[in-house]
């Protein structure tokens, strides 16, 4: 996975509470990050095998892929 810095960012504030840190970080990659990315596998529409760019669009992570020789497809 390659995050940019909006979505790493994006990551960050929903993962830090004042009141508990940085506790609930894991629940935030597993809802934003984790979760997402594995219906687009599941999908079909990222291949396992190409690196993910992780990008910040409005208030959602999207995935990218660049096209390999194997024709991976781009969400």
Do not use: C, H
């Amino acid at each position: 996975l390659e995050l940019d810095a909006k979505a790493r960012d994006f990551l960050v504030e929903k993962g830090y509470d004042p009141q508990y840190g940085a506790r609930p970080m894991r629940r935030a990659v597993e809802k934003y990050l984790e979760d997402p990315l594995a219906e687009e596998l599941l999908k079909g529409t990222l291949s396992g095998t190409d690196p993910v760019r992780v990008t910040l669009e409005g208030d959602k992570l999207v995935f990218s892929q660049k096209a390999s020789a194997a024709g991976a497809v781009t969400s």
